[in-house]
């Protein structure tokens, strides 16, 4: 007991708890039709995308901390693309992605050759593989504020958007604004993705979106208790996750995926056929 209470005690700690938990709440409710509608490579592609709006904070002369509010909107804005090019129905969901998330990588890489020798020094480490031991009190009310403004607008649609992804073309002919529901979905991820950026980074942060879904999913029978379960799972795997590197004292990020990872293989071995 004493093990598992010793890392509360110390305030870094505690926020990274609370953070991770938000976001691994959060992912795993997005990661729930993600995963459903086939398009497990869109975290993978914003996350990618989330890069290429850092490296253009970066140029601009944002600081490193104050990153999001720049990644934000870039990030969003990709999502919509990918969102129109999947409306178009011209491109699959994985080509349009790919697509997208190459050219916002490679423009990243292209910003950051671009900057200033005499700007400030960036760990590059720090932002592909995150740093969620280092979430200040102002990173932890971002998470806050989108966790609560993510958690409502799912709320309250989420009737119309369990029906649109199950069946897309009866919930249209029913009145359901699908394209509406599509676009509310892709730019929600996109926030999603660049706030959990921040704790497990742009290398890692598409299995916090991915694996707890589809562990659920193997476990659920209903999308209501899916969901239930992949919150359950992102929030649970995350502070097991976190503690676990504080007492090994190895990189937090990978090891809370690898937890989840690991509750992912244990449902695979234990799932009835």
Not at 31 to 36: E, R, W
Not at 38 to 44: E, K, M, W
Not at 201 to 209: E, H, K, N, Q, R
Request: with cysteine.
């Amino acid at each position: 007991m004493d093990a598992l209470l010793e890392p509360l005690l110390v305030p870094f700690m505690q926020r990274a708890m609370i953070a991770g938990a938000v976001v691994g709440g959060l992912c795993a409710m997005i990661g729930v039709f993600v995963v459903q509608r086939g398009l497990s490579f869109i975290g993978d592609g914003l996350a990618h995308a989330a890069f290429g709006g850092i490296a253009l904070g970066l140029l601009l002369g944002v600081s490193l901390e104050r990153m999001t509010w720049v990644a934000l909107p870039f990030t969003v804005l990709i999502a919509l693309g990918i969102g129109y090019v999947l409306r178009r129905g011209s491109l699959r969901g994985d080509v349009a992605t790919g697509v997208f998330s190459a050219v916002s990588f490679a423009l990243g890489v292209l910003l950051l050759g671009l900057r200033s020798t005499d700007g400030p020094q960036v760990n590059v480490e720090t932002v592909l593989f995150g740093s969620i031991l280092a979430i200040s009190p102002e990173d932890l009310l971002t998470v806050g504020v989108v966790g609560v403004v993510t958690a409502l607008l799912l709320a309250f649609t989420w009737t119309k958007l369990a029906y649109a992804t199950f069946d897309p073309e009866l919930a249209a002919l029913s009145g359901v604004k699908v394209a509406a529901l599509d676009y509310m979905l892709l730019a929600l991820t996109a926030v999603v993705i660049v706030v959990a950026v921040k704790t497990v980074g742009i290398a890692l942060v598409s299995s916090f979106v991915v694996i707890p879904a589809a562990t659920a999913k193997m476990v659920g029978r209903s999308i209501g208790r899916v969901a239930l379960l992949a919150i359950a799972i992102g929030t649970i795997g995350s502070s097991i996750g976190l503690i676990l590197s504080y007492h090994a004292n190895v990189a937090s990020g990978a090891t809370i995926i690898l937890t989840l990872g690991a509750l992912f293989g244990l449902s695979l071995l234990f799932k009835k056929r």
